[in-house]
């Protein structure tokens, strides 16, 4: 064997062996699609900093990352096959599973322990409790996840549904038109209105907010999912996308640099100052919560989760709540000394 030969069987050695030990056993470079919820965004971008870094093509996979319209269409574009995994509000998924029940879409790794959705007024509107948003006009996309969960906020809090109006925006009108008074209050991620708003002008102080997970609202946000055929036919490569996903997580808390340099190589066009103020918020507030810090990145408590389910089925008229289990799938997660986070 020529010299030259035995360095090229060395080099396909050393890379063999880094699929394997950063994955667990994907096949060497698995093609995969995946889609995000929303825009190329500081909270979303573990899963660029993983491809740009290499860590996803270190585990064996070669994912095509999209940009998304909503959890639905996220949660619709894996379960047809489109994509074989994504990013997606797990409150959609429950919906999704519920009306699915004989291929349920399921979760591999939680994104969001503490849910982000909320509603949002201006102080000049006069409204200072939830019980104010009665006789108001609530504005925002029907798919917006704070959107369809405000029936079970509006029960949590005491406030008759039937007095509110209901006022179908698309995304792009809705942070404007609460400040031009079209609406009274609008739904959705707290780190996206509020920084939305900020972004034409409305100042944090001159904004109430009202956060679910402030009312005592235990749900989850946003978890990577995977489709039902892709989890029996490639569960080493949903492994391997996993580790290398939460690799990225853990480089990004302790440096949201890393982050936001990640989004604007995506995206030329990102605002890098309000990009660094989402990710930061959502780390404080959505990602490194008290649980995680104890229980590591990642993962669920499969009680709560169900609670949440039934929560969930409750507010938007499910005839069933599907069973935890059937929503998340724990063994693609890497161990918890691996997803431990500050």
């Given amino acids: 064997m020529t010299f030259a030969r035995s360095l090229t069987f060395a080099a396909a050695g050393v890379t063999l062996a880094l699929g394997l030990g950063a994955a667990g056993a994907a096949d060497a470079q698995t093609k995969m699609k995946f889609t995000l919820d929303w825009a190329f965004q500081g909270p979303t ?58 291929a349920p879409v399921k979760a591999v790794m939680m994104g969001y322990d503490a849910p982000p959705f909320g509603v949002y007024a201006l102080k000049s509107s006069g409204i200072k409790t939830p019980k104010d948003l009665e006789g108001r006009k609530l504005g925002a996309p029907v798919f917006d996840a704070s959107f369809k969960l405000f029936p079970a906020f509006a029960a949590k809090v005491g406030i008759d549904k039937s007095k509110v109006t209901y006022i ?4 792009p009108l809705r942070e404007p038109s609460l400040k031009n008074g079209s609406v009274d209050f609008i739904s959705g991620h707290y780190f ?28 989850y946000g946003n978890a990577v999912v995977a489709s039902p055929k892709f989890i029996k036919e490639n569960p080493a490569a949903v492994k391997a996308f996993v580790a290398a996903t939460v690799k990225a997580w853990k480089e ?38 008290k649980y995680v810090k104890e229980n590591g990145f990642g993962g669920v408590d499969m009680a709560r989760l169900q609670r949440s389910s039934d929560a969930v089925a ?22 918890k000394a691996d997803r431990m986070m500050q």
């Fill in 192 to 219: 996206s209105s509020i920084l939305d708003l900020e972004k034409i002008g409305v100042k944090q102080e001159d904004v109430i907010a009202f956060p679910y997970a402030d009312a005592g609202m235990d749900f």
């Fill in 314 to 335: 409750a507010a938007i008229g499910l005839d069933k709540a599907p069973k935890a289990t059937d929503l998340f799938e724990e063994g693609f997660l890497p161990p």
């Fill in 45 to 102: 971008s573990a899963f660029l900093v993983a491809e740009q870094k290499g860590y996803y093509k270190a585990a064996g996979l070669e994912p095509t990352i999209d940009a998304g319209q909503g959890s639905a269409g996220a949660l619709q574009r894996v379960a047809t096959g489109a994509y074989e995994m994504g990013f997606a509000d797990i409150n959609a998924l429950i919906e999704y599973n519920a009306k699915n029940p004989d």
């Fill in 168 to 171: 179908n925006l698309t995304p």
């Fill in 252 to 289: 990004i808390v302790a440096n949201p640099d890393v982050g936001i340099k990640a989004t604007k190589t995506r995206d030329g066009l990102t605002d890098e100052t309000l990009e660094m103020k989402r990710l930061k918020m959502s780390i404080e507030r959505n990602v490194v919560t």
